[in-house]
């Protein structure tokens, strides 16, 4: 009887909802005459109704239904647009108007001034930035690693760390969808291409801490990925000597089905042969993506997001050569190597997403996705290494070469890694807009993640011929001055084989409001998520856990001469485990593990000011994270391996700073520095810098054109981190090693001559078929700066003593692009 009240007071509650809804809504992207997006249109309707577009030109607003409306777009450098509209009760209608410039001379860069994002904490990144701004990985992740807090110490990688945490901590949606990235990638030579496809990019939000409750589960970030929606047919494509892509996109002729597809292809041969071990190496990158929308009415859209990717690594190396130590002692390590890798990663991916729009302040979702992957590593490597003192005498003939040998010695790698995941989610979504200054958001979500994972690695090394035993055996070994009778045993031998099932329930609840205090803008978001996972498997003992997680955000706008915003956000966020945080280094999975659970304090400053009569921002964060319930881990170039215990504790705080404006009339650079300090206590024996601890980060992003030539542009992508706590060897006791890496130092430069300006007219025929059309060469690391990733340990039996030899990175390379809009 309960139910069936409950039943009918929904139902009830439904039709009052749709009766009292009698509006329509407009929405759309504002373009100038270039196609170029325009920030800070006014849209006012003569009912009152008004909106203002971002930074991506979008807007929305919504207007009173079966009465006829007239809309106002105006624009302080464009000429207004009017128009009339008569629609009908809970219709929605696409207009995309294009305004006239009305001056003489306008910038192409709007500085964002009092916006969403700016009262969430979250920092909006233009798609025309991150396709103009190449590197040796492209994506949206190469614009990342210059934001303060974000740290990418390893440019062949699209992982990156935010705040001290670690690659696993970030979350990634596209159109309100999660999506996942690769399992056993060990080293960045091994990544293919981002998930996501800069092409089909129309809004990229990031948020390094203190986002909202509705976002998902992580401890440090959210990257939120809007894809486009096209209003018209056009393609594009994009050539290099490391691959390339092309894009299609289009619409209907009655405006119901718009779709967006892009394939990419990446070949890392040209930097991958400049590395130090030589080799024949075959990396094969590619995907093909696409987002469909089918509006059967006004209240009810289809979306499809779609993506199949293909990665395959072969390498076969042959010899190696480093040169290490100091002027007055410089060392070298000779290798040679007979064997080969062979690593395979597919990817199938697809998602429907389903929009009702009850009425004008309602609107329903429901979401439904499947993410398959397959992937295998398989090697078999025979490393026999020289290790010795090098000849500085100039004008020796062998000037260079190692003519003294301290340690000689082999290491044989072997691995029959496979894994199989298989991952269902179904959501559903809902938006209730209580009035023009509230809402309210919920979501319920089941997910089910089955994994099979067969896990197979030994590591024999010996040193001047006598076997290394591994550390954690206590029988003394005195060789060679003793001869050791006892059992040859691998320095290292995982074998294992695990099936594991993970259900999960989430739910959240998020109210926000834009209110005043006195004449103060105001702006508060409060929330509550609901995570429930359920662990099972082959030979695990089933396991339930449940975790609540509150967060909240405000921010007020004083009405002070200056323009200045102040806002604070924090909660508490847990991280469920995922199957790698499960398994432990030995391929065991503990089902025992608990949330990693951290406290988050953020306090923020925007202050936005003109100089040189162009716009400026100075945005400024400190934050706070204290962490229990630590599971702590060993990273070794982009693996992570969980100790599977909850056995630390931790904390984290710094200070993040980012000025952006227009350095150079019509261009937006910026310039960025963080501190953070982040340190572990793991069983109570003190607290150490943890694996991602990066004390200090530079980051500049600049653009820039010949005054006298404004087709001919350039930008600088430069990176500075101190360097990170690693390259201790992967059995060792962090306690003992607490060994840094080099500084990481990196310049990107990129050029480029605009042969076709979208801004320029053409009597020529065949460049009138182009909206654009560019010619470019970059330089990757143009200082040809030596940065490390890991060490390799090698040592002399006789002396028992270790040296760490850096595994560097990759050096100077020159690239040419040409890309094309049509």
Known sequence: MKNTKFLLTAILLLITLTVLGQTATIRGVILDENEN??????????????????????????????????????????KRVEQKFNLKNGSEIEYNPVLKINVEQIAEVVINRNTR??????????PRVIRTIKGAQPGVENILKTLPGVNISNELSTQYSVRGGNFDENLVYVNEIEVYRPFL????????????????????????GGFQARYGDKLSSVL?????????????????????????ETVSKDGKFSGIAGVRYRDNSLILNNLETNGNVEPVFADVQTYLTYRFSDKFHLNFLGNISLNQYNFTPENRQTNFGTIDEPVALLVVYEGQEQTEYQTYFGAFKANYFLN?????????????????????????YRLGEVNTNIGDDDLGEVEFSEGIGSQFTRARNDLDAL???LEHRGDYNIDADSNFEWSVKYTREDIRDRLVESEVIDSAGFSIRPPSLTEPNFQPDIPFDGPLTAFQNIRAFNEVQINRLQAFAQYKKNTKIGRHD??????????????????????????FSPRAQFAIKPDWNSDMLFRAAGGLYYQPPFYRELRDSSGIVRPNVKAQKSFHVVLGNEYSFEMWDRPFKLVSEVYYKGLTDVNPYTLENVRIRYRARNNATAYAYGLDMRLNGEFVPGTESWFSFGYLKTEENIDNRGYISRPTDQRLKFGILFQDYVPNMPDLKMYLNLVYNTGLPGGSPSYADPYDFQFRLRDYRRADLGMSYEIVNPKKTYSSQWKQGFKSLSLGIEIYNMFNNQNAITNTWV??????????????LTPRVFNVRLSARL
């Open 185 to 208: 990638i060990r080293s960045g030579n091994q990544e293919g291409l981002s998930f996501v496809n800069t092409d089909l990019v129309s809004n990229v939000d990031f948020s390094a």
């Open 795 to 808: 040592r002399d039996v006789n002396s028992q003593r270790q040296f760490a030899i850096p595994n560097f």
């Open 423 to 425: 991952i269902f989610n």
């Open 522 to 547: 105001a702006y508060y978001n409060i929330g509550v998520r609901a995570h429930s996972w359920t662990i099972e498997g082959e030979g695990i003992e089933r396991n339930t856990q449940t975790v």
């Open 360 to 384: 004008d302040k309602t609107t329903l979702k429901l979401i439904g996705s499947a993410y398959h992957a397959t992937e295998q590593e398989y090697f078999d490597i025979l490393a026999q």
């Open 117 to 126: 994002q700016s009262r969430t904490g979250v920092t909006t990144i233009s």
């Open 37 to 78: 997006p325009i920030e800070g249109v006014n849209i006012t309707a003569n009912t009152g109704e008004g909106a203002t577009t971002n930074r991506n030109g979008f807007y929305e607003i919504k207007i009173p239904a079966n009465t006829e409306i007239t809309i106002i777009f105006t624009h302080v450098s464009h």
């Open 224 to 248: 939120d990925i809007t894809y486009k929606n096209p209003n018209r047919f056009g393609a594009s494509a994009d050539l290099s000597l490391l691959g390339g892509s092309i894009s299609a």
